[in-house]
């Protein structure tokens, strides 16, 4: 399983972007998590394998919005806040289950994409 995560990049807060992750090989879900500095990694969304069922962190609850394209899914971000600055990571791998907001239930994980809001 190889994960690509792109799509980051610089937008003034109320901005919208939307990330893509490539993940060849899985058939499992798939998460995103942000991990800001000096803080820990934290859920933001993630997506079953049918893409019909969709998990989100309060904090991003009726902001963003993942979707699923075969093997790419997408995190699309709008009504972007500068707490949401961090680095994004696209993750998946068997042993997720229900516990999708757990970074360590996931095997697979892409190498991050910078997402940067300026106030």
């Known amino acids: 399983v190889q994960l690509q995560a792109s799509g980051g990049g610089l937008v003034q807060a109320g901005g919208s972007l939307r990330l893509s992750c490539a993940a060849s090989?899985?058939?499992?879900?798939v998460g995103w998590f942000r991990q800001a500095p000096a803080k820990e990694r934290e859920f933001v969304a993630a997506?079953?394998?049918?893409?019909?069922t969709t998990y989100y962190a309060e904090s991003v609850k009726g902001r963003f919005a993942i979707s699923r394209d075969g093997n790419t899914v997408h995190l699309q971000m709008n009504s972007l806040k500068p707490e949401d600055t961090a680095v994004y990571y696209c993750a998946t791998g068997p042993r997720v289950g229900n516990f999708h907001y757990v970074p360590a239930r996931y095997d697979y994980w892409g190498q991050g994409t910078l997402v940067t809001v300026s106030s």
């Open positions: 997506i079953g394998m049918s893409g019909k």
């Open positions: 090989g899985s058939r499992y879900r």
